[in-house]
């Protein structure tokens, strides 16, 4: 390839032949007369014109070809260039990938020592039974540990950008930040239920510490503006297992009014106890004192007393609930919308008995309406409507007991022989008949609202 320099410096020699020509031309055109032919000369011209423009043609080329390469040159050096930048982004990306793994590691700390923070909380305020279900959810961020650990191993493996191919990014790496996340998120959602619990357990106490504060009088439940009756004897006991589900261990001290005498009661659940019998430790055919004030273990078998019953369903208006458990486990229901036992001075009849609810489910059906208006007998104190029988010492035992009756629930207990006890037995004619003497039975009062009773 010629230089460029040689090329123009050519070009000018030609321009100058050229001049030489024009000049020599001129002079002949000066003088037309002398010779009319084309001088020798021209033709020369002619080629040299010729030549002229092919240097020139050449040259330009050779200028297009030198551009062409400084464009090439360019362009290789933006590639570098971008080249560079490209690296420089996949360095920070490493780095970016570093970081979240130590806001990772942040955030598994952080909740670490929130669980910490609720295991103490929960420790005091919890029994040991609660802490071990907490242990079982702590064991997850003991996982969480393991699976940070080997992907803090991860990092420097790859912390020397793997020569250039770095688009291609570690799959195993974002695998286990899939992982840690997974587990940051469960690990999130054992922390919320666990506040749950401890926010369920602060409502109850808080709710507990406002009725001990404000209770409504027994007489006015149900009441409209009952609610808004002021605080009377402040820090007194409960009136009913209704407003104190949180009783201890299901026994609870109830005040019914200021004046009269506190006693103890069972409670299940809403539900005041005032019956019990699942065995022959305690024997129920005694006299009338025994019933009037009652006998038993309240932890165990027991009866209320007629006078606590006459006071409570006098106090407010109850519903009445049984429940009855056979030989083979089976266990039914009898309930009656209304309750309430008069005075010892009527004889404690049962002077209300409301509907039936034969909603309840699997119903032991009804065999105490036939007993409603009866007033009590005891085997000494016969007050029932047979008229040459006492019907408490025909059945071995005391009730509300019409002309003998269709249920005989403060029987005799029968270990042996249940299904042939005959009529002395605990029996619940609609339930397993007369003869059939019941492994279980309970009996259980609850306060109601007045527009429940009227219904
Ligand atoms: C770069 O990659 C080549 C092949 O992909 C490999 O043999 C070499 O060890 C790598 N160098 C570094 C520093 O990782
Ligand atoms: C009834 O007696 C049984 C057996 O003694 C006892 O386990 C249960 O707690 C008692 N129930 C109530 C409500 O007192």
Redesign the pocket.
Known sequence: MMCPAQLKAMAIGIACILAAICVCEGSSLASPVSAPTTPPRCEYKELMTNLHDRVGILATLDEDQRHRLEVIDKKLDQLVDSNAARMESLKAQQLNFQQRLDSFEHIQRLSRSTLDELKGETDLTLGPRRVRELKQKLSNRRKMKDISRSVRSAPQQYAPLPNSSAGNIDISLTDRLDALATLLTSTALSVRTVQEDVFKLTQAINRQRRLSHRRVPPNLIGQPGAAAFPAYPRASPATSCLQYYLSVQ?ILKLQLTPESESFYV?C?GDWT?IL?R??DEINFERGWLDYKDGFGN????FFIGLNKLHALTSAAIHELRIVFEDFDGHVAYAGYSTFAIGSERELYPLSLLGRFQSELSPSAGDSLSYHAGAKFSTIDSDNDNCLDCSCAQRYKGAGWFNNCGTSNIMGQYHQQNYAKAGESGIFWDTFQGKDYSLRRV?MMIRPIGEEEARR
Do not use: E, P, T
């Open positions: 299901g069972a299940d106890v019990n699942s065995s309240l932890a165990g078998d309970r």
